[in-house]
């Protein structure tokens, strides 16, 4: 049973430069409680799709449906993961504040806010450095409590953007093993993009290739071809 559907995606980019087809007619599923990753080399429009998916970029053409309802704005049930957990932790605010965050825009009472703070802080394994500053912790450590920020709202959907891209071999193996165990425990479907088909198989149900770089359609280009 699929809970995302993309039907016929479509974006294009306008620059100057001309039209940039990043993401061209894609269709796919999402199972429920899958783990699906999408691989291609850089360029290939998996950031685009993803921000299309996650409702922050309008398509040009084609739909985004979750549950069935079409996708015009960030949903509530989707949360995101980027690369950059250093740009996407509040550096003001402690790691259970930071974690808190996403509840308290929400409007949830605050001893529910703890609860959930503390079981994603948990999940995360996390518990024993609530009170310190994101700066205060290795690269890893800051992606963990990224994730636990995405998953303290308990979405249904988790969208990841090259998370792990960032830090060195030995956190990229604990963070992959913690993302499977976290995956498990609470039955999210995750959409997980990399450009390493190795991660890609290692965490994946399914994996899904974005082959093509994007097609670049320029006007009114003239082409000098050689005389016959
Ligand atoms: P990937 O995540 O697979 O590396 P992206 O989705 O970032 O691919 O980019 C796909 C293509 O779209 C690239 O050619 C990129 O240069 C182009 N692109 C991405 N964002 C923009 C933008 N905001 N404006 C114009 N072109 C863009
Ligand atoms: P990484 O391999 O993610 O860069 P480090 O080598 O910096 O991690 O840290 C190794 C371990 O030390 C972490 O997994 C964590 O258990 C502990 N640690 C690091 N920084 C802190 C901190 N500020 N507070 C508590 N424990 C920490």
């Avoid at 995101?80 to 965050?101: C, D, I, K, M, T």
């Avoid at 998953?151 to 963070?175: C, G, H, N, S, W």
Wanted: glycine content about 8%; some cysteine.
């Amino acid at each position: 049973e699929a809970i995302l559907s993309v039907r016929g995606l479509r974006k294009v980019y306008h620059s100057d430069g001309g039209d940039i087809e990043a993401v061209r007619d894609l269709t796919f599923d999402l199972g429920r409680n899958e783990l699906t990753c999408l691989v291609g080399p850089s360029g290939a429009g998996k950031t685009t799709l993803l921000k299309c998916i996650a409702g922050l970029l309008e398509p040009s053409g084609g739909e985004v449906l979750l549950d069935g309802v079409r996708v015009t704005a960030p949903p509530k049930n989707m949360a995101v993961v980027f690369q950059e957990y250093g740009r996407s932790l509040f550096p003001w605010l402690r790691v259970a504040e930071n974690v808190e965050l996403p509840l308290k825009n929400a409007g949830v009472p605050k001893a529910e806010r703890a609860a959930q703070v503390a079981e994603a802080l948990e999940s995360v394994g996390l518990s024993h450095v609530p009170r310190s500053y994101p700066w205060q912790l290795s690269g890893g450590m800051q992606q963990r409590v990224a994730i636990a920020r995405a998953i303290a709202y308990q979405p249904e959907v988790l969208l990841m953007d090259e998370p792990f891209a960032a830090v060195d071999a030995q956190t990229r193996a604990d963070l992959e093993d913690l993302l499977r165990r976290v995956r498990e425990r609470l039955g999210v479907t995750v959409l997980f993009v990399t450009h390493d088909i190795d991660e890609s198989v290692y965490l994946g149900s399914r994996v899904i290739i974005l082959s093509s770089s994007p097609t670049v359609i320029q006007e009114d280009v003239v082409v000098d071809l050689p005389e016959q």
